[in-house]
């Protein structure tokens, strides 16, 4: 079993940046595909980017390429969103998860994903 707890979120401008990290504890959590995820106001939650097993392949939807970078330190058992060029529309609470996958898989769906953390507010304003 795996807990994840998110951080950095805020409230910043348009154009800005911020860090988000999500702490891990449990077991072999170099096995887990890490994923960020995120939830607007009345809006299903959404696939944001997802990181292999050792860092190696990354995904990311069309909407945050190009402006977003998921990496992973399996030492310090930590995963960051690095979020820059923020836009109003990026504004929702971020979800970290861990996927418990045999394939290594970056593409699996929201529910493949085994284990989530409560979730960061990222406010863009205008």
């Known amino acids: 079993q795996v807990q994840l707890s998110e951080s950095g979120g805020g409230l910043v401008q348009a154009g800005g940046s911020l860090r988000l990290s999500c702490k891990a504890s449990g077991r072999a959590f170099y096995r887990y595909v890490m994923g960020w995820f995120r939830q607007a106001p009345g809006k299903e939650r959404e696939f944001v980017a997802a990181i292999s097993w050792n860092g190696d392949t990354t995904h990311y939807a069309d909407s945050v390429k190009g402006r977003f970078t998921i990496s992973r330190d399996n030492a310090k058992v930590m995963v960051y969103l690095q979020m820059n060029s923020l836009k109003p529309e990026d504004t929702a609470v971020y979800y970290c998860?861990?996927?418990?996958?045999?394939?290594?898989?970056?593409?699996?769906?929201?529910?493949?994903?085994?284990?989530w953390g409560q979730g960061t507010q990222v406010t863009v304003s205008s």
């Open positions: 998860a861990a996927d418990w996958s045999i394939s290594n898989s970056v593409v699996a769906p929201l529910r493949e994903y085994d284990y």
